[in-house]
């Protein structure tokens, strides 16, 4: 059996399609493959509130192209997420209208608060010490999701519309910033060692770079270092030099500024990057709800 999962981000689109195995009553997945557009959606979002039609007809090719390939691959569940772009523009439904009668994909917009449930559905925790108080912390390109856990228990989760695209767009506000970093202070006071797990894209990047061995976790002060290393770089030289691609070279460093200062804030030392993020979410997301249908049968 494959499942297929599409999220449709600010930055990039992608899908995952995924083998689904049952192994003595237990439910996994493995990934098949992974394709990734760079349509930079939060670019008209954010600026204009509106998908232009342009970027509207590139995201129906592809969602075209998406169709065809889970034919093809014989998937037999999806589903389709759109974030924080497509939440802040103004004709979103009509564009998810036009998604589903042209490319026969039925796209759901989902709010801030359901994008950081289905990131943490990925159960990023699974290789480490469950009995800890960990902070998620998943950056995209138009908002941060941070949920944290203690001893397993969800304690708090919000979305904050801090993201890369946001950034580099100066579509972020002090605001914004400012109750972020309320929230965090707030609630991790009361635990002592909290760890981060850190998802996305330019956070799995970033982790290459380190050159961190056998799953170990990234520390505040190597992340930091590899912030003033590639600040160091221009543009063109992160990508001509450094061997970046485009649409990572730019934002990468937003990426970075918010990690880290997430981080600070949260007084977290070491962060574990366990190469998942919202695909990954969407697929357990879909097991997890097949998986109780078919046991309540």
């Avoid at 970027?55 to 759109?82: I, P, S, W």
């Avoid at 902070?135 to 999701?145: A, K, P």
């Avoid at 030392?269 to 709800?289: A, C, F, H, R, W």
Wanted: charged letters at 25%; a neutral charge.
């Amino acid at each position: 059996m494959r499942y297929a999962a599409i999220d449709i981000g600010s930055n990039a689109v992608r899908l995952l399609i995924a083998d689904i195995k049952e192994n003595d009553g237990t439910v996994s997945f493995k990934k098949n493959t992974l394709i990734r557009v760079p349509l930079r959606l939060g670019d008209d979002a954010f600026l204009n509130q509106h998908i232009s039609d342009k970027k509207a007809a590139d995201l129906v090719k592809t969602m075209q192209a998406f169709r065809n390939l889970m034919d093809v691959y014989k998937v037999g569940e999806y589903m389709a997420c759109a974030t924080s772009a497509m939440r802040e523009a103004k004709n979103g439904a009509e564009v998810v209208k036009q998604i589903k009668e042209e490319a026969d994909i039925k796209l759901e917009i989902v709010h801030g608060q359901v994008e950081a449930k289905i990131i943490y559905a990925s159960h990023a925790e699974q290789n480490i010490d469950k009995n800890k108080t960990y902070l998620y912390i998943d950056v995209g390109g138009g908002s941060t999701e941070l949920s944290l856990f203690s001893s397993g228990e969800l304690i708090a989760s919000k979305s904050f519309n801090i993201g890369t695209i946001r950034i580099l767009d100066n579509q972020d506000t002090e605001e914004t910033w400012n109750a972020m970093r309320d929230f965090i202070r707030e609630h991790t006071r009361h635990f002592k060692g909290v760890l981060g797990i850190g998802t996305g894209g330019n956070i799995n990047k970033l982790y290459k770079l380190s050159e961190e061995k056998n799953n170990a976790p990234m520390s505040f002060s190597k992340l930091k270092s590899l912030y003033d290393y590639l600040d160091s770089f221009s543009l063109k030289d992160r990508i001509n030099v450094l061997g970046l691609n485009q649409d990572r070279a730019d934002v990468i460093i937003p990426a970075c500024e918010i990690y880290l200062s997430v981080m600070k804030w949260a007084g977290i030392k070491n962060i574990y990057v366990p190469s998942v993020g919202m695909v990954d979410g969407i697929i357990q997301t879909l097991i997890d709800e097949n998986y109780v249908k078919s046991a309540l049968k």
